[in-house]
């Protein structure tokens, strides 16, 4: 079945730390990919994103991301994590067909100080 | 600005009757859908529109209606809602329609339904 997932529902990380949030997604073809971050009571906005080319793409906010198709895994890194960045992120796949897109369940990531 | 605006941002009604929460874009986007999101399962896709007068089913259309009469409005309803449509909905817009189109959100709504 389609789907794109992220496994980890929840993620605490000390500020400083690094982080990686994991998405993995299960298409025929391999569809564009995004990132999104939802900050509380706002809508969501864009991280990053990923067509074709360079495997590795950066965004927003110092987050990167890097493609991997063998894994079928898009997972998003940030090298040192910052108070700001408690969210919650969605990975997103957008088809080929263009009428549709489909989102991981989410990860709420929450940094301590 | 470039925006997404969605009204009302948070309403309580009751079971059964009927209404609207509107969306509007000042960006001149072809594509407009409405999703729910809803906790352990992210967003899911309600309607969307690929242009005026044309919309279609995503992946949770049951209880919903929507219309696409202007380019800049998706106004979605909710005929006789029900609690389990308690949710929190965002309209969003696409410049196009191609799955490579970064999709702009608006704020959000809150609906609880009793």
């Known amino acids: 079945a389609q789907s794109v997932t992220q496994p980890d529902i929840h993620i605490t990380v000390s500020e400083g730390a690094s982080l990686e949030l994991r998405c993995n997604y299960s298409?025929?073809?391999?569809?564009?990919l995004f990132w999104y971050v939802q900050s509380p009571g706002q809508g969501l906005q864009l991280l990053l994103k990923y067509f074709s080319g360079d495997t590795l793409v950066q965004g927003i906010k110092g987050f990167e991301a890097e493609f991997k198709r063998s894994q079928s895994s898009f997972n998003l890194r940030k090298p040192s994590v910052h108070w700001s960045d408690a969210a919650e992120y969605f990975c997103a796949v957008g088809l080929w067909t263009g009428n549709q897109f489909y989102f991981g369940t989410g990860t709420s990531l929450t940094v301590i100080p | 600005e470039a925006q997404v605006t969605q009204n009302p941002r948070y309403l309580i009604t009751v079971t059964g009757k009927k209404l609207t929460v509107t969306c509007s874009q000042n960006m001149n986007h072809e594509y407009m859908s409405w999703y729910r999101q809803d906790p352990g399962l992210g967003l899911r896709q309600i309607y969307y529109s690929m242009n005026v007068e044309v919309t279609d089913k995503g992946d949770v259309p049951e209880g919903y209606k929507v219309s696409r009469k202007e380019k800049r409005n998706f106004p979605l309803i909710l005929e006789s809602p029900s609690p389990n449509q308690t949710s929190l909905y965002f309209c969003?817009?696409?410049?196009?329609?191609?799955?490579?189109?970064?999709?702009?959100f608006g704020a959000g709504s809150r609906l609880t339904v009793l």
């Open positions: 969003a817009s696409t410049p196009g329609v191609s799955g490579a189109n970064v999709l702009t």
């Open positions: 298409y025929g073809a391999t569809p564009y």
